[in-house]
């Protein structure tokens, strides 16, 4: 079914106003019009199209550009009310009104064009591997990690290939070495990983067949995939499996790499950190800030834990989160009160915690034992900056 131009502008805006709504952004029209497969796909477009819009860093704070990207982001990124954008950015109701709707004008006129184009057949329907790159980034980054056996998951991947193996007449050898440690990640993830590297390898494999070894690192799970034929045509290094599981494996700290490429000793190795990630527990009464918080952590190898009220942080407290971030302004017992619980244990005495709070009560805040203080609202990078200083320690700067 096609679009006008005014259809297309009213869903756009639908979408933004939904943009942290699955079920609601999956009604979507626009992802029939854009050809895309999921709320998450169009999630994704609606956010990098707004982050396409940032202005030259030379043009001055208050210019129509960058209060129209302020406002975008502030509203649909960071899910900011207008009263609350007003009051940061200092505008009067009528000009939020003006640069929200140049705003919204401005990525309905990206969309519509990108619709026009593959209308037109001026985009291929098939995706690009920077789009495949992309996708599959996105994926790995909205999981949560969690400890995940490998050897157990070699095997299934292994077992599942069994149908592909007899097709192409492929032996695969497997050679699991001793005290293998988890590795933290998706585990539906993970097996696609190594799915995607031994069918790419299977397509390559020489007459002797594959041999697929596990081996221990130092922080991490080497995979290696050796047995390759030395003259594949098209070589292995630009087969897809490779692509997309470097891709996955970008997001999880890992890597795939390719030696001695079109060698009798050609091999792939897949390394994954076998390092726990650091969990954060947010302590906060709010829905919107846990939410955006969230966003603000994904993909980061961080471990999101929650506490919506002061009885649940205390608990909480007691599972050893490696940072806090705690806001002030809670119901009925506020955040000085779990600040004072914390630093009052020995328990839970070092573990540093993070202020996020609309108050401007710093010193008190640090005499109290906070390891910093941010005031809301809170930008990405200053959350992400302030967490990587809590947990990293002191002597390892130097």
Known sequence: MSAD?????????????????????????????LGLASAADL????????????????????????????????????GRSRFVICDDLALGQATYYRYHRQGLDAVADVLWRRY??????????????????SRAFSLAMRSRPEPVPLAALLGGAVELLTPLLAQRRVKVAVDIGPNLPAVYGDPAIIRQILLSA??????????????????????????????????ADPPIDVANGLRDSGSLLEAY??????????????????????????????IDDDGDTIQLYSRYLQGHRYAIKVAQSADEARRLLGTRPQVVL????MAKEDGWDVLRYAQAS?????????ICSVLSQPQ??????????????????????????????????G
């Open 253 to 282: 700290g890992g890597a795939i790499t390719l030696h001695d490429a079109g060698t009798p000793a050609a091999r792939v190795e897949i390394t994954l950190p076998s390092s726990q990630p650091a969990t954060i527990l947010i």
């Open 116 to 133: 026009q184009q593959q209308r037109s057949g001026a985009v291929a329907v098939d995706a690009t591997p920077e789009d495949s790159r």
């Open 364 to 397: 008190l805040a640090l005499a109290l034992g906070a390891t910093a203080v941010l005031k809301k609202p809170i930008t990405e990078h200053d959350l992400l900056a302030a967490i990587e200083r809590a947990v990293t320690p002191a002597d390892s700067a």
């Open 346 to 354: 020995q328990a839970t005495a070092d573990i540093p915690i993070i």
């Open 43 to 78: 999630r994704e477009a609606l956010q990098a199209i707004i982050e396409a819009l940032r202005p030259d860093l030379e043009l001055p704070d208050e210019s129509p550009a960058w209060l129209t990207y302020q406002i975008l982001v502030c509203r649909y990124l960071q």
């Open 5 to 33: 131009k005014t259809e297309f502008a009213n869903a756009t805006r639908d979408a933004l106003a939904a943009l942290h709504d699955t079920a609601r952004l999956q009604t979507n029209p626009l992802l029939g019009w």
């Open 326 to 329: 705690l806001d002030i302004l």
């Open 198 to 231: 031994l069918t790419a390898a299977v397509e390559h494999a020489a007459p002797d067949g594959l041999r697929v070894s596990l081996r221990a690192g130092e922080g991490h799970v080497v995979l290696q995939i050796s047995g390759l034929a030395p003259s």
